[in-house]
């Protein structure tokens, strides 16, 4: 089991790296020794190769100097374990050993299990590889971190030099004062292995030892500071609270991690998920901060909750009675009409929230954008790994379990009790035991939990002939369906309810016909342009067959007088449609004969009421005194008047011959001009 508490030292240093996933590139720290020297320093030797020489012919990213780091000190041994001899400066044989890592930091350990093994014939030559050593099948191995050793002969072989960790090396009691350097010296114990973590090969570690084994409580003689001893390189390894499952803190698909160690002992939660072009599934693929954003559908569609549906707004939408159609084109909650909420966030009951609050989805599925899907669906990691919620981890045969945790037979860390636990499809084993894992799920809004997996509560689920089910209750197919104009809903094959137009299936009739869903006149809504009218269901002219009377005009189908309608100003009289005319400035007294209905007058006439002129005009009737002996005047009560000036006969005449003439060419040109509309 890990000693998670000896974790401690590495992991609080790089928490907030880690809980942020960043690590600063151009970060930059110096190891000191307790004689003030810093290293690593140049090499005494021309013509030596340096580390730093050695890491550029390696293509590996590190500053020899500014990356040296004596952390981490001690590994997580994988199941993939080697170790290499890469670079050696020194004349001396050198070995490598591993060793338990002891509970007291500062103890000499009691014993060590070599790797590179050296004897008084040597041994320890650059390019040794040694892959076949598994430190976590070895029977000495205590399911904890293990730190590395130099070894070399002494009179015995493997004779352990120097420590990874730096504290269990000699400590410098006399180092004060000025050192050899001229930089102060502070007691301390001697640091003689640097660590480089591989910017090129996954969870490995370039260790660089210095190999003179002279370092005391007052000197480190013998040892020049370059690290370009004995330098190994050692893969199928992980750091202290390295190779766990993190949040990166980044948005979208790139929030899962796993954490690495980095340079100068710094832990960082990097991202295992890359950004790919965003497309409507109700996932943020390109880790900008928004979800579905962009167009990602067919022409009039819009992505909601990763689907492509139509928009709201158009013909057919399908708000239920409880929502309405945003701005956007969504249907929506009343109350979440006009709230605005962040991105990553939705209305619920008008307060914005993440999707996935108080959701619990059933193991191993976790939510993400309010859909409770299993992360490592479809993701492959290969041999000696497994998935963790979508992030692909050693197997934990080769990279034991945390407290509280064991290894089950898959390959994965599960509570303790279940690691030899088989549970049935559904199931999902707690203390020990199997149960539903939909016992303690709160899905999503709309979903039901059903054999361990969140999906549509209408799944499963039939309802009679004209009703639907939404959120898993069967309702009237129509219920929330809202038509345009012209349109009703109609449950429709699939009996979602669906708009079609609101005549289908209406008989009206003879004469009548349907209009939006209604029974009218069958010249209901027809608008035709003057002068045809609207008959039988078709615009006609209703004059076109119909020949009327000289004094007679055709309007609307029927032959009218053409003075019937027509209003002439005061003094004039309609005849034959047109106005003209006077009335005389004065009528006679009391005449001898007359018409009231336009009869001739003779020596004094008069209007009485609606008749011309007559003998017996009263002046209180509207008739007056003539003073123009022998003329006559004709009029009408209303329309406009013709007036007939006679000649010097007392009892009137016809007129002039000339007058007829014109009132003739007036008719001619009226008829022509009705004739033209």
């Known amino acids: 089991m890990i000693d998670l508490n000896y974790v401690g030292r590495w992991y609080r240093s790089a928490l907030v790296l880690c809980l942020f996933g960043a690590f600063s590139a151009t970060a930059r720290a110096t190891v000191t020794e307790p004689n003030g020297v810093i290293v690593p320093g140049p090499s005494n030797t021309p013509s030596e190769t340096t580390l730093q020489q050695y890491f550029t012919s390696q293509s590996e990213m590190i500053n020899a100097a500014n990356d040296a780091s004596t952390d981490p000190g001690v590994f997580q041994p994988l199941c993939n374990f080697k170790a290499t001899l890469v670079l050696s400066q020194s004349g001396a044989t050198g070995g490598l050993a591993w060793y338990n890592v002891p509970a007291d930091p500062t103890s000499v350990p009691t014993a060590i299990y070599p790797i590179i093994q050296v004897t008084a014939a040597g041994g320890g030559t650059v390019g040794t590889v040694v892959s076949s050593t598994d430190i976590t099948s070895n029977t000495n191995y205590q399911n904890g971190f293990v730190g590395f050793a130099l070894t070399k002969y002494t009179g015995s072989p493997n004779t352990p030099v120097y420590y990874s960790e730096y504290m269990r090396n000699q400590n410098c009691t006399g180092c004060t004062g000025t050192g050899p350097t001229g930089n102060p010296q502070m007691p301390g114990h001697w640091k003689m292995a640097l660590m480089y973590p591989s910017t090129v090969t996954p969870s490995a570690y370039f260790v660089a030892f210095e190999d003179w084994e002279g370092a005391n409580n007052t000197t480190w003689f013998g040892n020049d500071g370059d690290f370009n001893d004995k330098v190994f390189k050692i893969e199928g390894v992980t750091c ?6 993190c949040d990166t803190m980044q948005p979208g698909v790139c929030s899962p991690g796993l954490t690495e160690c980095q340079a100068l002992g710094q832990i960082v939660c990097k991202p295992q998920v890359a950004p790919t072009p965003e497309k409507c599934d109700g996932l943020d693929n390109d ?5 579905d954003e962009g167009d990602l559908c067919p022409t009039g569609q819009i992505c909601d909750h990763g689907a492509c549906v139509h928009q709201c707004g158009e013909v ?3 708000c239920t009675a409880d929502q309405v159609c945003n701005a956007a084109g969504y249907c929506v909650e009343t109350a979440c009409a006009n709230v605005t909420c962040d991105s990553g966030q939705q209305c619920v009951h008008g307060a914005c929230k993440a999707p996935c609050d108080g959701v619990v989805c059933p193991a191993p599925t976790v939510c993400l954008v309010g859909v409770c899907s299993d ?3 479809g993701v492959d990691c290969g041999a000696g790994k497994v998935c963790d919620k979508g992030v692909c ?3 934990c045969a080769c990279n034991p379990c945390a407290a ?9 860390c599960v509570p303790t009790g279940c690691e030899k636990v088989t549970c049935a499809a559904g199931q999902t084993c707690q203390a020990g035991a199997c149960v539903d894992a939909c016992l303690s799920a709160v899905c999503p809004a709309g979903q039901k939990c059903q054999a361990g997996a969140c999906i549509d509560a209408c799944t499963g689920v039939t309802c009679p002939a004209g009703q639907k089910c939404t959120a898993g209750t069967c309702a009237d197919s129509c219920a929330g369906v809202t038509c345009g104009p012209g349109l009703k809903c109609t449950p429709g094959t699939d009996n979602q309810g669906s708009c079609v137009d609101a005549c289908q299936g209406v008989d009206c009739g003879a004469g009548k016909k349907c209009n939006a869903g209604t029974c009218g006149s069958d010249c209901l809504g027809v608008t035709c342009p003057a002068p045809e009218v609207c008959m039988a269901g078709a615009c006609v002219d209703p004059c076109a067959n119909l020949t009327c009377a000289a004094t007679e005009v055709c309007r609307a189908g029927a032959c009218v007088d053409r003075c019937d309608g027509v209003m002439c100003t005061a003094g004039q009289t309609c005849q034959f449609g047109v106005c003209g005319g006077t009335v005389p400035s004065s009528g006679g007294s009391a005449g001898t004969s007359g018409a009231s209905a336009g009869g001739s007058g003779g020596a004094a006439s008069g209007a009485s009421g609606a008749g011309a002129g007559g003998a017996g005009g009263s002046p209180s009737a ?6 123009d002996k022998g003329k006559a005047s004709h009029t009408t009560q209303a329309g406009c008047g013709c007036r007939l000036q006679g000649g010097d006969d007392e009892e009137g005449g016809d007129g002039p011959p000339i007058a007829l003439a014109l009132l003739m060419a007036a008719l001619v040109a009226r008829r022509r001009a009705e004739r033209a509309q």
């Open 240 to 245: 202290g609270g390295g190779g766990v499952v």
């Open 287 to 291: 880790c900008n901060g928004m979800t």
């Open 316 to 318: 057919l939408y399908t």
């Open 375 to 377: 992360p490592c669906v």
């Open 393 to 395: 981890l050693s197997s």
């Open 404 to 412: 509280g945790t064991s290894c089950a037979a898959d390959g994965r």
């Open 622 to 627: 509207g008739g007056s005194t003539n003073p």
